[in-house]
């Protein structure tokens, strides 16, 4: 059984960060490509940022452009988005999800399984 368990959120400062993880069970993420996608209250999910099973990254969410760290530890089937210089917008669950492709995509219909999601709050 396939399972991935965010973490990591929480309240944050405007222009602080944060370290979200991903870790998953029942797969090896090795040939598995990783999206992070947030929902805030009210919208749509987004697609925020991928990295491919390579590690290779990408955004994808304009808003985050440039502010948002992703990388993989294969060895630990963990993947962390580190999402910087955070504003009041960022607030929103963000998930995990998985697809046993290896480029990334940000489409959500092509990832397979998801996460819970994890609350990110930025806020003074």
């Known amino acids: 059984q396939v399972q991935l368990v965010e973490s990591g959120g929480g309240l944050a400062q405007p222009g602080g960060s944060l370290r979200l993880s991903c870790v998953a069970s029942g797969i090896s993420l090795d040939s598995y490509s990783i999206g992070w996608f947030r929902q805030a209250p009210g919208k749509e999910r987004e697609a925020v940022s991928c990295?491919?099973?390579?590690?290779?990254?990408?955004d994808f969410a304009g808003s985050v452009l440039g502010r948002a760290t992703g990388s993989r530890d294969n060895s630990k089937n963990t993947v962390y988005l580190q999402p910087n210089r955070v504003k009041p917008e960022d607030t929103a669950i963000y998930y995990c999800a998985t697809r046993q492709v290896p480029f990334c995509t940000s489409r959500i219909r092509d990832f397979s399984y998801w996460g819970q999601g994890t609350q990110v709050t930025v806020s003074s």
């Open positions: 990295i491919s099973s390579g590690g290779y990254g990408a």
